[in-house]
C-alpha cells in the first residue's frame, strides 16, 4: 500500500503517467537549506552550458503533498541541464555508522530522455526525489528515489532497517555546475541519540554523528557530447 500512496503522490505532481528505471513512531528531524533562488515553476533553458542542480525550498508545495501522504523525509531537487547533452543518472544513497561505511541504497540508474538534442534537454521540467516512509507494523522504512520529467515519473524503491535514534538534521545543497562523471553530494542527513550538527564538510560530518546518510548522483555525458 505504501509504494502505491508514494508512487500516487509523484504522479500527482506531475499529473501524467509512470516511466521506467533501471535496475507509527514520527521521528524529528530539522531541515537546513543553503542559500539559494526560488525555483520558478516557469521553466527557462539555462544559458550555463553544463546547467546545474538546485535543491527545492522547504515551502515548496511539493513537500507538502509527500508529507501529506505518508513521507516522513524528502528532499527534491530541479535539475536543470543547460544546453549539455546528458544520457542518464545514477542516484544514490550512502550510509555511514559512527563514522564507517556500512551500506550503500542504490545506484539506481535513469535514463534522459533526448539526449541528442540539447535544445530539447533544456526546455524539459526534471526533478530527482529521495524521500524516506515508515513501513506501518514494521521495523523496516522505504526509501523511494525517482526522476521526473514533466509529465512522466521513473522510480526505484528500496527497504532498509528503521533508524533506532530519534532525531535528526539535515543539510541540503545546490550544485552550481554538473561535470558529467563526477559524484555530487547533494545532502546530508544525520541521526544521533542526542543532539548532532551537520554542515557542508562531509567528512566532517560523517565523523561527528553515529549514522549519516548522503545523497549523491552521478551524470553521464551523451555520446559525442564535450566532456
Given at each position: 500500500?505504501?509504494?502505491?500512496?508514494?508512487?500516487?503522490?509523484?504522479?500527482?505532481?506531475?499529473?501524467?503517467?509512470?516511466?521506467?528505471?533501471?535496475?507509527?513512531?514520527?521521528?524529528?528531524?530539522?531541515?537546513?537549506?543553503?542559500?539559494?533562488?526560488?525555483?520558478?515553476?516557469?521553466?527557462?533553458?539555462?544559458?550555463?552550458?553544463?546547467?546545474?542542480?538546485?535543491?527545492?525550498?522547504?515551502?515548496?508545495?511539493?513537500?507538502?503533498?509527500?508529507?501529506?501522504?505518508?513521507?516522513?523525509?524528502?528532499?527534491?531537487?530541479?535539475?536543470?541541464?543547460?544546453?549539455?547533452?546528458?544520457?542518464?543518472?545514477?542516484?544514490?544513497?550512502?550510509?555511514?555508522?559512527?563514522?564507517?561505511?556500512?551500506?550503500?541504497?542504490?545506484?539506481?540508474?535513469?535514463?534522459?530522455?533526448?539526449?541528442?538534442?540539447?535544445?530539447?534537454?533544456?526546455?524539459?521540467?526534471?526533478?530527482?526525489?529521495?524521500?524516506?516512509?515508515?513501513?506501518?507494523?514494521?521495523?523496516?522504512?522505504?526509501?523511494t528515489l525517482a526522476l521526473r520529467k514533466?509529465?512522466?515519473?521513473?522510480?526505484?524503491?528500496?527497504?532498509?532497517?528503521?533508524?533506532?535514534?530519534?532525531?535528526?538534521?539535515?543539510?541540503?545543497?545546490?550544485?552550481?555546475?554538473?561535470?558529467?562523471?563526477?559524484?555530487?553530494?547533494?545532502?546530508?542527513?544525520?541521526?544521533n541519540k542526542g543532539n548532532g550538527m551537520?554542515?557542508?564538510?562531509?567528512?566532517?560530518?560523517?565523523?561527528?554523528?553515529?549514522?549519516?546518510?548522503?545523497?549523491?548522483?552521478?551524470?553521464?555525458?551523451?555520446?559525442?557530447?564535450?566532456?
Amino acid at each position: 500500500m505504501r509504494k502505491q500512496l508514494v508512487l500516487a503522490l509523484l504522479l500527482a505532481l506531475s499529473s501524467v503517467s509512470l516511466g521506467g528505471c533501471r535496475d507509527n513512531n514520527m521521528n524529528t528531524i530539522a531541515i537546513k537549506h543553503e542559500e539559494t533562488n526560488p525555483v520558478q515553476n516557469a521553466k527557462e533553458p539555462v544559458i550555463a552550458d553544463m546547467g546545474k542542480i538546485t535543491h527545492l525550498a522547504g515551502d515548496n508545495a511539493e513537500y507538502a503533498i509527500l508529507k501529506a501522504g505518508g513521507v516522513d523525509t524528502a528532499m527534491v531537487y530541479d535539475l536543470q541541464l543547460g544546453s549539455h547533452k546528458f544520457s542518464e543518472v545514477e542516484a544514490w544513497i550512502d550510509r555511514y555508522d559512527n563514522g564507517e561505511f556500512t551500506n550503500k541504497t542504490g545506484p539506481f540508474t535513469f535514463g534522459i530522455q533526448g539526449a541528442e538534442d540539447s535544445d530539447s534537454q533544456a526546455r524539459y521540467d526534471y526533478k530527482l526525489y529521495y524521500t524516506f516512509s515508515t513501513i506501518e507494523d514494521s521495523e523496516q522504512e522505504q526509501v523511494t528515489l525517482a526522476l521526473r520529467k514533466n509529465g512522466s515519473v521513473a522510480k526505484a524503491e528500496a527497504t532498509q532497517s528503521r533508524k533506532k535514534l530519534p532525531s535528526g538534521i539535515t543539510n541540503m545543497w545546490s550544485v552550481e555546475e554538473i561535470i558529467p562523471g563526477e559524484t555530487h553530494d547533494l545532502a546530508l542527513i544525520a541521526w544521533n541519540k542526542g543532539n548532532g550538527m551537520t554542515t557542508s564538510d562531509v567528512e566532517e560530518t560523517i565523523k561527528n554523528n553515529e549514522l549519516v546518510y548522503v545523497l549523491r548522483c552521478r551524470f553521464t555525458a551523451a555520446e559525442g557530447s564535450q566532456s
